[in-house]
């Protein structure tokens, strides 16, 4: 069955990077697209940033637009999610997601604060 498994969370100053990890299984990686999504706490999830199976486009959520980097290694079945310049909005459940077979991971937590 299709598992995602995310890791890379944890507490940051305002300013600091992270960067979150997607390994994929039960499923051929290398032919799906892939997306990040987040939840705060009291606010709908909201997609943060996908990538095509290539990985030769990727789009990003405008809040995010300069400071996260969404890639992948098909060969690592990995999608990662760098993320610089974190604000305290950026806090959140970060999920990893594969739409076409409507899976998401366990989630990692991502806490921005001084």
């Known amino acids: 069955q299709v598992q995602l498994v995310e890791s890379g969370g944890g507490l940051v100053q305002p300013g600091g990077s992270l960067r979150l990890s997607c390994v994929a299984s039960?499923?051929?990686?290398?032919?799906?697209?892939m997306s990040w999504y987040r939840q705060a706490p009291g606010k709908e999830r909201e997609l943060v940033a996908a990538i095509t199976n290539s990985g030769g486009s990727t789009n990003y959520a405008d809040s995010v637009k300069g400071r996260f980097t969404i890639s992948r290694d098909n060969a690592k079945n990995t999608v990662y999610l760098q993320m610089n310049t974190l604000k305290p909005e950026d806090t959140a459940v970060y999920y990893c997601?594969?739409?076409?077979?409507?899976?998401w991971g366990q989630g990692t937590q991502v806490t921005v604060s001084s």
């Open positions: 039960g499923f051929t990686f290398r032919l799906y697209a």
């Open positions: 997601y594969a739409v076409q077979f409507d899976s």
